[in-house]
């Protein structure tokens, strides 16, 4: 009895989600903006990978409005913690972007986001090891503020 109610709940949400009309931000929404130009400042390797993110996107053919940005961008690596002999334990890398973004044939910014990330890994014996886990996090936390950062300035465009 408890196994059909369940089964009937789950069939009942998914037929009101699917007729709803909702559809998720990334699937239905093409970005309305291009990045047609940059400035970076900062880490500039995190720089070109997270410009590569926010400029390899689906485009609304439509109403393109191509957008100048300004990136700062800083990486900052701490140890979290250590142990007894002193050697480092644990690592913490933060990720830090300020954007101003401003329309191609404008000079007056009209979006200026902070975003920032961190996330913490092991120290390994192994250098390699150590290099991988740091490239990977520092991939995770691009594609996640890539997607952020194109949320909300869809958002700001869509308002105007």
């Given at each position: 009895m408890k196994l059909l109610k369940i089964i009937t709940i789950s069939f009942t949400f998914l037929l009101l989600v699917n007729n709803c009309g909702y559809t998720p931000i990334f699937v239905s929404n093409a970005a309305s903006f291009k990045i047609e130009s940059s400035n970076v400042a900062g880490d500039a390797d995190i720089g070109n990978k997270f410009l590569k993110k926010i400029t390899n996107i689906k485009l609304?053919?439509?109403?393109?409005?191509?957008?100048?940005?300004?990136?700062?961008?800083?990486?900052?690596?701490?140890?979290?913690?250590?142990?007894?002999?002193?050697?480092?334990?644990?690592?913490?890398?933060e990720i830090e972007i300020n954007i101003k973004s401003r329309f191609v044939d404008k000079n007056i910014f009209f979006s200026k986001e902070f975003l920032s990330a961190s996330m913490t890994y092991d120290h390994n014996v192994l250098e390699s090891v150590n290099l991988i886990s740091e490239k990977k996090i520092i991939d995770d936390m691009i594609n996640m503020l890539s997607q952020k950062f194109i949320v909300r300035l869809n958002l700001i465009l869509n308002k105007k």
């Open positions: 609304d053919s439509l109403n393109i409005k191509k957008i100048h940005t300004d990136l700062t961008i800083n990486k900052i690596k701490t140890i979290t913690m250590k142990n007894t002999k002193g050697e480092a334990q644990t690592y913490k890398i």
